[in-house]
DNA sequence: CGCCAGGCTTCTA
DNA sequence: TAGAAGCATGGC
């Protein structure tokens, strides 16, 4: 991984190719980043980002080497050769057409509690809407901060009700929300110990809360738990398996199948043949 | 307005 | 064990 401190910048030279902003925090797997002025602005758990592309660099503004180091390298999976993967990704004709269409989406490293519950929202429901009920989640229990909120942790969440939930606007999934931080407050689910165990068991335990079925499971394993073999199959997938590879996806790449799941739910939601389609 | 959305739980046969 | 209904809410 390539990177200098610039002032109180952190900057990655070289990198756009393999990061786009737009691609990577506005595809579907992180739902609080917000673009204004070229800038973009979100958190990650609780820490504050604001990035920009200058040409083919990324700047991580106001960032401390030593958070940098500890914390975003690993949220951006900046020590993953993405040129390499794609090289792979390409040689299947299908994940070609999909990986050219955003070259610059990486799959985010991101935190397993904030992944589970946010995947818990998603269910059944689209993307603009998902955005809302997130960032109101925040707005309502996260830490509030000069900023902006941060993600509320298990604790502020545990000990509401679903009426409390009310203003939140997440219909059926408000009970899922609690039992989910219930369970994770009172250890039945501890996810340190979760992203210790192989991926088989790790999937049955998280499957233990309610609301979380083998979709859901799928989504917080990859983005929350850097399990980059799991491959979520939402309605939106399903459509491109069928029309792209209706064999699956080739043996080899099985490994990074999370990875190329990215590409091509992004390419079946926002592709030329996506809106075609219909 | 009607269909659908990063599905899941519950019911029924 | 498989298949379908019911589910809250709102984007388009």
């Given at each position: 991984?390539?990177?200098?401190?610039?002032?109180?910048?952190?900057l990655?030279?070289?990198?756009?190719?393999?990061?786009?902003?737009?691609?990577?925090?506005?595809?579907?797997?992180?739902?609080?980043?917000?673009?204004?002025?070229?800038?973009?602005?979100?958190?990650?758990?609780?820490r504050?980002?604001?990035?920009?592309?200058?040409?083919?660099?990324?700047?991580?503004?106001?960032?401390?080497?030593?958070?940098?180091?500890?914390?975003?390298?690993?949220?951006?999976?900046?020590?993953?050769?993405?040129?390499?993967?794609?090289?792979?990704?390409?040689?299947?004709?299908?994940?070609?057409?999909?990986?050219?269409?955003?070259?610059?989406?990486?799959?985010?490293?991101?935190?397993?509690?904030?992944?589970?519950?946010?995947?818990?929202?998603?269910?059944?429901?689209?993307?603009?809407?998902?955005?809302?009920?997130?960032?109101?989640?925040?707005?309502?229990?996260g830490?509030?901060?000069?900023?902006?909120?941060?993600?509320?942790?298990?604790?502020?969440?545990?000990?509401?009700?679903?009426?409390?939930?009310?203003?939140?606007r997440?219909?059926?999934?408000?009970?899922?929300?609690?039992?989910?931080?219930?369970?994770?407050?009172?250890?039945?689910l501890?996810?340190?110990?979760?992203?210790?165990l192989?991926?088989?068991?790790?999937?049955?335990a998280?499957?233990?809360?309610r609301?979380?079925?083998?979709?859901?499971?799928?989504?917080?394993?990859?983005?929350?738990?850097?399990?980059?073999?799991?491959?979520?199959?939402?309605?939106?997938?399903?459509?491109?398996?069928?029309?792209?590879?209706?064999?699956?996806?080739?043996?080899?790449?099985?490994?990074?199948?999370?990875?190329?799941?990215?590409?091509?739910?992004?390419?079946a939601?926002?592709?030329?043949?996506?809106?075609?389609a219909?």
């Amino acid at each position: 991984m390539d990177y200098l401190a610039r002032g109180s910048d952190i900057l990655l030279p070289g990198i756009g190719g393999d990061l786009s902003l737009p691609d990577t925090l506005d595809c579907g797997q992180a739902f609080r980043w917000r673009e204004a002025d070229g800038r973009w602005r979100g958190f990650a758990g609780a820490r504050y980002l604001e990035l920009s592309a200058e040409g083919p660099d990324v700047v991580l503004h106001d960032t401390p080497e030593e958070t940098f180091l500890g914390f975003w390298r690993d949220y951006f999976d900046l020590d993953r050769d993405y040129a390499s993967l794609k090289r792979a990704l390409c040689r299947c004709a299908p994940l070609a057409c999909a990986v050219g269409h955003a070259p610059g989406i990486r799959v985010l490293r991101q935190d397993p509690w904030e992944a589970l519950c946010t995947f818990i929202v998603t269910q059944n429901n689209n993307v603009p809407r998902i955005r809302g009920i997130v960032e109101r989640l925040c707005g309502l229990w996260g830490e509030q901060t000069p900023r902006g909120a941060a993600f509320p942790t298990p604790q502020a969440l545990a000990d509401l009700t679903e009426a409390d939930l009310a203003p939140l606007r997440c219909g059926y999934r408000a009970p899922y929300l609690l039992d989910c931080a219930r369970r994770v407050c009172d250890g039945r689910l501890d996810l340190a110990a979760v992203a210790a165990l192989p991926t088989p068991q790790a999937r049955e335990a998280l499957r233990g809360v309610r609301g979380v079925g083998p979709k859901v499971a799928e989504c917080a394993l990859l983005f929350g738990f850097g399990r980059t073999e799991c491959f979520p199959m939402d309605v939106w997938m399903k459509r491109a398996m069928a029309q792209h590879l209706p064999d699956g996806l080739p043996e080899p790449l099985r490994p990074v199948a999370g990875i190329a799941q990215q590409y091509l739910f992004h390419y079946a939601r926002t592709g030329k043949d996506a809106r075609a389609a219909g």
